[in-house]
């Protein structure tokens, strides 16, 4: 797995991926070095949804969010369900995986906060985790190759 | 940026049992401040619910339970939620409970179902 910091020894621990399925979920763990915070991600692929929890220096669960491709202009619904009242650090990544993969997302985000560079790269970190996990972007006029029809 | 050969810091079972015949995948995962239980038979996390102990100085903690999104007209997924808490909370944790349930059915033996395969793989 690649990092991105120039020290690449120090970090092939750091950036270590690992995989564990079971029936129809598979989950995929791994962390990266991000700006210089070490971030940790989870992402828990269902059939027809996927959750995903970022993490920086504590393992706590951060604020929910809810985010779904919406018809009929596959535009995006996001909500907070848990925590973000205060801060809504996390809600545009919600957002943007949904425009970036037309999926069904729950993301519970706990990064430090006031901190849009490195809220940009855990999402760019993400997307490119859901790539080579075969989520692809969707087409401008149809949904996405996972979107189910309901 | 030293102390690298670290797990990841989120321990973590994923299982499927089956449950009056609907194959039912779980996942259970314990953060630094919640437990999160995901049980599915439909492929999506399903209804999402919240349970939290709240704790007074002399008397016994009461739990709050709640459904955040999804359905709320389904009180067995609140005897869900709750059984977990309780189950929680009598095994010495104070941490609250975020659960998910993606069921086809709302029958009495689901319930006990999902709730002894929580139990029975539980980390807490």
């Known amino acids: ?150 | 940026m030293g102390g690298l050969e670290q797990r990841f810091p989120v321990p973590l079972k994923n299982f499927s049992v089956e449950i009056k015949g609907n194959n039912t995948d779980l996942v259970i995962c314990r953060y630094d401040d919640h437990f999160l239980v995901m049980a599915t038979q439909i492929g999506t996390m399903g209804t999402i619910l919240h349970a939290r102990k709240e704790e007074g100085v002399t008397v016994e903690p009461t739990f709050n339970v709640s459904v955040i999104l999804g359905k709320r007209d389904e009180p067995m997924l609140l005897a869900i939620t709750r059984q977990l808490i309780e189950n929680i909370s009598s095994s010495g944790s104070s941490m609250p409970l975020v659960l998910s349930l993606g069921l086809k059915d709302h029958s009495t033996e689901t319930l006990k179902g999902i709730v002894s395969a929580v139990v029975e793989n539980r980390l807490w």
């Open chain 1, 1 to 150: 797995m690649s990092s991105t910091s120039g020290i690449a020894s120090d970090f092939v621990a750091a950036s270590k991926s690992a995989v564990v399925s079971a029936g129809g979920v598979q989950v995929t763990t791994f962390t990266e070095l991000v700006d210089e915070v070490t971030l940790h991600f989870q992402i828990i692929r269902l059939a027809k949804q996927i959750y995903v929890w970022i993490g920086s220096d504590s393992a706590k669960l951060g604020n929910l969010y809810a985010a779904a491709p919406t018809r009929p202009n596959n535009t995006v619904s996001a909500t907070s369900i848990l925590g973000g009242t205060s801060d809504n650090t996390g809600s545009g990544i919600a957002r943007r995986l949904v425009l970036n993969t037309g999926l069904n997302i729950i993301v519970a985000c706990n990064i430090p906060k006031n901190n849009p560079m490195l809220e940009a790269n855990a999402e760019k970190k993400l997307i490119e985790k859901l790539i080579t996990m075969g989520y692809s972007r969707p087409k401008s006029r149809f949904p996405g190759p996972e979107l189910p029809s309901a």
